[in-house]
């Protein structure tokens, strides 16, 4: 899910070591099945040793050429000195989310703060400066950015969106769950938001937040693919099952990594709950290897690899 604007076969054996190239509509995905290594096995139980599970392994999407070319474009035009501030600040946020789509993190930063210091009434801005605190663990600066996006711009709801994320990851879950429970009030079909809101939840008081889940269930859009994650978190289908029919309709190799971007995140996300480190670290690196880096499932998947670490060093 993207994180700037309104929203991105199962086979159990014995086997070690076998690679199948499989057809989904016009194009191959390459399946891997591969018993022991660490680094990126998917491992199906806690026991890490039972069986191997077959999945599909993201092949990383390459740069976007047409922002490439941009950036290489708003680069010829920020020269120009007859610029006024607005439409240089202008200028330099478009840039800046054409360094953010091809993982150029730091340039975008700069050019968002450059942005907002030419247009101090430039929500988008701020919104996006919030989102890169947010990955830094900044929270406190996150916080205040999305503070003034709300301020300049009380509709924008990804603004509030991404507050609630900052939230959860300061551990603020209360506040968190507020944020993203109004967001979900607008958006009560998005399979996303009602995902979010249950992670929120969860944090407090698991119960609760699954018996809601189960309620804002019967809201979601059922042609949306990503109810059926919804439907894996409630125990309704298998991870079999989830990831034998999360590339159902999928047309072409990028929306492939959109989804495997996303599913995989949450997957991460359900083992992480449940103490199976070794898979959830596994999901989250698939999450990486996508380089899908807008989503929003991208973008924290570094940090809910850091806290799981974190989580091994402090027992050891």
């Known amino acids: 899910m993207s994180v700037f604007a309104p929203f991105s076969v199962t086979f159990k054996q014995p086997l070690l ?55 290489a474009r708003y680069n010829q035009i920020l020269t120009q000195t007859s610029l006024t501030n607005e439409e240089r600040a202008e200028l330099l946020f478009l840039r800046g989310s054409h360094y953010d789509n091809v993982g150029l993190a730091g340039l975008a930063q700069y050019d968002y703060g450059r942005a907002k210091e030419l247009k101090p009434d430039m ?103 990503a109810t059926i994650i919804v439907d894996f978190y ?3 289908i298998t991870r079999g099952k989830l990831l034998n029919q999360f590339v159902t309709g999928v047309k072409n190799t990028v929306e492939l990594n959109q989804r495997m971007c996303e599913v995989y995140f949450y997957m991460g996300k359900h083992y992480s709950a449940r103490g199976e480190k070794g898979l959830a670290l596994n999901y989250f690196k698939m999450v990486l290897s996508t380089n899908i880096y807008e989503y929003v499932e991208h973008r924290y998947s570094r940090i809910e690899i850091d806290t799981l670490r974190q989580r091994v060093d402090d027992k050891s």
């Not at 499989?22 to 995905?29: Q, T, W």
């Not at 699954?210 to 019967?218: A, P, V």
Request: proline share 4%.
């Open 123 to 225: 929500a988008r801005a701020y919104n996006s400066l919030g989102i890169h605190y947010t990955q830094q663990m900044d929270f406190i600066q996150a916080y205040e950015a999305f503070d003034s996006a709300l301020e300049i711009s009380p509709t924008m709801d990804f603004a509030q969106f991404n507050r609630g994320i900052a939230l959860y990851y300061g551990k603020r879950y209360d506040l968190a769950t507020e944020d993203f429970d109004t967001f979900y009030q607008q958006n009560q079909q998005n399979p996303f938001a009602a995902l979010w809101l249950f992670l929120a939840q969860r944090a407090t008081d698991p119960s609760n937040a699954f018996t809601q889940l189960k309620t804002n269930r019967r809201q979601l859009d059922e042609q949306s693919w």
């Open 234 to 236: 409630l125990g309704d």
């Open 17 to 71: 070591n076998i690679i199948i190239t499989m057809k989904i509509g016009v194009f191959s995905v390459l399946l891997i099945l591969i018993f022991g290594l660490t680094g990126c096995t998917i491992y199906p139980s806690s026991s890490m040793n039972s069986k191997v599970e077959s999945i599909l392994i993201p092949e990383p999407q390459p740069i976007n050429f047409r922002s490439q070319l941009a950036i």
